[in-house]
C-alpha cells in the first residue's frame, strides 16, 4: 500500500466515523422526540465542509485523479462522476444545516426534514467513499508506476503544506475532539461546558524533550507463567525504553491480558525475570510494584461502581506520601483539566459513567499514581468508533507528556501506528518485533491482524 492510499484510506475511516455519529444522534433523537444538539452536529458539518474542501478533495483532485487520468483511460468516467460528487458535496450540507435551523425554530415539525436531508447527505457520502475504494484505489494501484506515485506520495505526506499539511490536519483533531467532548454518552463523552484549551505549543515541546532519555525502563527475560497445568505464556521476551510506547498485539487468548498481570505481580512466573530499571522484581508483591510507579489500567476499566468518581481518582494516590503537601489535590485538578467530563461528574457514583466516561476515569485514577511505567489493557474495548480515536489521541498526549507506555490492544491498526516499538504474540509465544511503522507494512501482520 503506497502511502497516499493510506491515507486516504485512513481519512475515509474518520469521515465514516463522523457520519456514523451523526446518523446516530439524528436516530436517537426521532426515537425519542427530543430536539437535536444543534451544537455538536454543527461541529460534525463544519468537520465534514472544511475536511472536505480544505484536506480530502484538493490531493486527489489535484495529484490522485491528475495522475490516474494520463495513465488509465478507463478511470475517466469514474474519475468524472467523482469530481461532479465534489462539487456536489457543498449545496448538500447546505441543505443539511437549513434543514437544522428550520428544525431549531420549528420544533419538533422541522424534526422530520431534518431527518430526510441528513439521510440524504450519509448516503450521498458512503456512496461517494465506496466509489473511491471499489473503482479508483485498484485501479492506481494497477496503473500508476513507482515514478508516478512518488510526487503523489510526498503530496499526500507534505507536513509543511498550508492546504493539508500537519497544521491543518492537528485544527482536524481539535475539532474532532470537541465533537466527542459534546456528543452525548455512549457515542461521546456527553460534556455540557467547554473543555479547556490545548497545551502550548511550546509546553509541549518542552515536555517531550523531558522525555527523550532512552534508558531501557522494562526488561523481560524468558518470561514463562502457567494457570495450574496450562501454560500461559512461554518464554516471552521485551523491553521498553524510557519516554517509549510500545504495543504488544495479538488474538483473543493470546495471552497478551496474562503478560500485563505477570508485570502487575498479579499473575506469578513460572519462569525468567521481570527488570524494572535495572531492578528485578520477579518476585517483588503487587503493591510495591505500584510504588514503584508501575500503574495498570485494566481491561473492562473495573472502576469502583459505588464510589464517587473524585474518590476512586483518589483511591489512585493511596501509595503517594504528598498529601500534606497537597500534591495529590494539585494533581486531581490536573485530571479535571485533562478529562473534564471527570470534573461535571465528580460527586456521581461511577457505577453511572458511560462507557467512556469509565475509561477516562480508569486511566485519570492510574496517572494519579504518577506512573513511571503506565501499562494499558485493552483500552479501546467496547467503545464506540469516535471515542476510540479520541482513546488513542489522548495515549499519544500521555507519551507526549514524558509518560513511558506499554499497550495492550486488539486494534493492531491502531495501536501499531502510534507505537515506538511492537511486538506480537501468538498463543503465548513471541513471534515478531519490531518499529511500530515497520509490523504496520509486514504482509504476515496485515493478513493476520489488519484484514488486508
Given at each position: 500500500m503506497?502511502?497516499a492510499?493510506r491515507v486516504?484510506?485512513?481519512?475515509h ?16 433523537a426521532?426515537?425519542?422526540g ?14 465534514l ?14 495529484y ?6 494520463e ?6 468516467e469514474?474519475i468524472?462522476?467523482?469530481e ?6 457543498g ?11 428550520f ?5 419538533p415539525?422541522?424534526l422530520?426534514?431534518?431527518r ?14 465506496n466509489l ?8 492506481a494501484?494497477?496503473?500508476?508506476t513507482?515514478?508516478d506515485w512518488e ?12 492546504l ?6 492537528e ?9 466527542v467532548?459534546h456528543?452525548?454518552?455512549?457515542l ?5 461546558g467547554e ?23 522494562l526488561r523481560?527475560?524468558?518470561l ?7 501454560q ?6 521485551l523491553?521498553v ?6 504495543a ?9 491480558s496474562?503478560?500485563l ?16 530499571e535495572?531492578?528485578?522484581i520477579t ?5 510495591r510494584r505500584v510504588r514503584?510507579?508501575?500503574?495498570q489500567?485494566?481491561e ?14 483518589l483511591l ?13 489535590g ?8 485533562k478529562?473534564?467530563?471527570?470534573r ?5 457514583p461511577a457505577?453511572?459513567?458511560s462507557?467512556g466516561?469509565?475509561q477516562?476515569?480508569?486511566?485519570a ?8 511505567l ?7 474495548m ?15 498526549q500521555?507519551l507526549?507528556?514524558g ?17 515506538d ?7 503465548g ?5 519490531g ?8 504482509e504476515q ?8
Amino acid at each position: 500500500m503506497t502511502d497516499a492510499i493510506r491515507v486516504i484510506k485512513t481519512e475515509h475511516i474518520n469521515v465514516w466515523r463522523i457520519l456514523n455519529t451523526l446518523e446516530e444522534l439524528l436516530d436517537e433523537a426521532v426515537r425519542s422526540g427530543t430536539r437535536p444538539d444543534a451544537r455538536v452536529i454543527g461541529e460534525i458539518l463544519l468537520y465534514l465542509e472544511t475536511y472536505a474542501d480544505r484536506v480530502h478533495h484538493p490531493k486527489e483532485d489535484d495529484y490522485l485523479f491528475k495522475a490516474l487520468r494520463e495513465r488509465s483511460p478507463e478511470a475517466t468516467e469514474v474519475i468524472d462522476e467523482l469530481e461532479r460528487q465534489h462539487a456536489e458535496g457543498g449545496p448538500q450540507l447546505e441543505r443539511v444545516r437549513e434543514a437544522l435551523r428550520f428544525c431549531e425554530e420549528q420544533f419538533p415539525e422541522g424534526l422530520e426534514r431534518l431527518r430526510s436531508e441528513v439521510d440524504a447527505y450519509i448516503r450521498f457520502q458512503r456512496d461517494h467513499i465506496n466509489l473511491e475504494e471499489s473503482r479508483i484505489l485498484p485501479l492506481a494501484r494497477r496503473s500508476l508506476t513507482d515514478a508516478d506515485w512518488e510526487p503523489i506520495n510526498r503530496a499526500f505526506l507534505n507536513n509543511e503544506d498550508p492546504l493539508f499539511g500537519s497544521k491543518v490536519r492537528e485544527e482536524f483533531r481539535e475539532l474532532q475532539s470537541r465533537i466527542v467532548q459534546h456528543a452525548p454518552a455512549p457515542l461521546g463523552l456527553g460534556l455540557s461546558g467547554e473543555p479547556p484549551p490545548p497545551r502550548p505549543a511550546a509546553e509541549q515541546a518542552a515536555i517531550r524533550q523531558a522525555g527523550t532519555d532512552t534508558d531501557v525502563l522494562l526488561r523481560i527475560e524468558g518470561l514463562s507463567t502457567h494457570y495450574g497445568y496450562i501454560q500461559a505464556l512461554d518464554n516471552v521476551s521485551l523491553q521498553v525504553e524510557r519516554g517509549q510506547l510500545v504495543a504488544l498485539v495479538g488474538a483473543n487468548g493470546a495471552g497478551k491480558s496474562t503478560l500485563l498481570r505477570t508485570i502487575s505481580g498479579l499473575q506469578p512466573v513460572s519462569a525468567g525475570r521481570i527488570y524494572h530499571e535495572g531492578r528485578d522484581i520477579t518476585t517483588m508483591s503487587s503493591s510495591r510494584r505500584v510504588r514503584l510507579g508501575i500503574c495498570q489500567v485494566p481491561e473492562g476499566r473495573q472502576v469502583f461502581g459505588p464510589m464517587s468518581v473524585e474518590d476512586n481518582l483518589l483511591l489512585g494516590a493511596y501509595t503517594r506520601q504528598d498529601r500534606r503537601t497537597n500534591g495529590v489535590g494539585e494533581d486531581l485538578e490536573r485530571m479535571y483539566d485533562k478529562f473534564p467530563i471527570l470534573r461535571e461528574k465528580r460527586k456521581l457514583p461511577a457505577g453511572t459513567l458511560s462507557g467512556g466516561q469509565q475509561q477516562m476515569l480508569a486511566i485519570a485514577r492510574a496517572l494519579m499514581g504518577r506512573p513511571r511505567l503506565l501499562l494499558l489493557d485493552e483500552p479501546s474495548m467496547g467503545l464506540a468508533p469516535l471515542l476510540v480515536a479520541e482513546i488513542f489521541k489522548t495515549i499519544e498526549q500521555l507519551l507526549e507528556e514524558g509518560i513511558t507506555i506499554f499497550l495492550v490492544e486488539q486494534n493492531a491498526s491502531a495501536a501499531l501506528a502510534i507505537a515506538d516499538q511492537g511486538y506480537v504474540l501468538e498463543t503465548g509465544r513471541m513471534v515478531m518485533s519490531g518499529p511500530g511503522q515497520s509490523l504496520l507494512q509486514d504482509e504476515q501482520v496485515q493478513k493476520a491482524y489488519l484484514g488486508i
